[in-house]
């Protein structure tokens, strides 16, 4: 993790110098999350509120690639679930990590977009135990940037979060009638989706 960290941060430090502007966002808002009805039990995260920021680098006019970090300090309610917490209720913080890309719609005073974003996600019990849990995971989000002048403006977004359970893969190749031929598959579920409703305070640096 504090690899993958670190060439993130890289990439977009060496991106920086031939950016067109750059943004710093620290966020504030609500996750609602879900809850998960395994082969093991229940593991039922707690809508809460959340925080975090974005870097954010315009590459090419109104595009941007954005170094994110979410989290929410919530509770989880488990019913015999793994190692985590058996019968019972914990304190549980959420954080996920992203690299995403970031389009705007327009120019001018209000800015429409929508991103993408690829990271990985952690659950961390913060009492009753001290287990973490990784994920890979992905996000889609929309939203709007309300600009009060060149330097100022407001993030309003929705966003959701998908962290994902790998189950397997494989390459296959046979040789049939038809000839012969390969073939990938990788299977995978989302366990959890979580849900932000957020703002934040954009300060842009034109370069």
């Given at each position: 993790?504090?690899?993958?960290?670190?060439?993130?941060?890289?990439?977009?430090?060496?991106?920086?110098?031939?950016?067109?502007?750059?943004?710093?966002?620290?966020?504030?808002?609500?996750?609602?999350?879900?809850?998960?009805?395994?082969?093991?039990?229940?593991?039922?995260?707690?809508?809460?509120?959340?925080?975090?920021?974005?870097?954010?680098?315009?590459?090419?006019?109104?595009?941007?690639?954005?170094l994110?970090?979410?989290?929410?300090?919530?509770?989880?309610?488990?019913?015999?679930?793994?190692?985590?917490?058996?019968?019972?209720?914990?304190?549980?913080?959420?954080?996920?990590?992203?690299?995403?890309?970031?389009?705007?719609?327009?120019?001018?005073?209000?800015?429409?977009?929508?991103?993408?974003?690829?990271?990985?996600?952690?659950?961390?019990?913060?009492?009753?135990?001290?287990?973490?849990?990784?994920?890979?995971?992905?996000?889609?989000?929309?939203?709007?940037?309300?600009?009060?002048?060149?330097?100022?403006g407001l993030?309003?977004?929705?966003?959701?979060?998908?962290?994902m359970?790998?189950?397997?893969?494989?390459?296959?190749?046979?040789?049939?009638?038809?000839?012969?031929?390969?073939?990938?598959?990788?299977?995978?579920?989302?366990?959890?989706?979580?849900?932000?409703?957020?703002?934040?305070?954009i300060?842009?640096?034109?370069?």
């Amino acid at each position: 993790m504090k690899r993958i960290t670190f060439l993130a941060v890289m990439l977009l430090a060496s991106t920086m110098l031939f950016a067109q502007s750059v943004e710093f966002t620290p966020l504030f808002g609500y996750d609602i999350s879900g809850k998960v009805n395994g082969y093991y039990g229940t593991f039922d995260v707690k809508d809460d509120m959340s925080f975090g920021g974005l870097l954010s680098v315009e590459v090419d006019n109104m595009s941007y690639i954005e170094l994110g970090y979410h989290r929410s300090n919530t509770q989880v309610v488990t019913s015999s679930y793994g190692d985590f917490l058996e019968n019972g209720r914990a304190d549980l913080a959420v954080e996920h990590y992203q690299v995403g890309a970031l389009r705007e719609f327009q120019e001018g005073k209000v800015v429409p977009f929508a991103k993408v974003s690829l990271g990985t996600t952690r659950y961390a019990q913060m009492s009753k135990g001290n287990e973490r849990y990784w994920l890979f995971s992905a996000g889609v989000g929309l939203g709007a940037k309300v600009f009060i002048n060149d330097m100022i403006g407001l993030r309003l977004h929705t966003n959701l979060m998908l962290p994902m359970e790998f189950s397997g893969g494989g390459i296959f190749c046979g040789i049939g009638g038809g000839g012969s031929g390969c073939s990938t598959a990788i299977t995978f579920n989302v366990p959890l989706v979580h849900w932000n409703l957020g703002g934040g305070l954009i300060i842009r640096l034109p370069n």
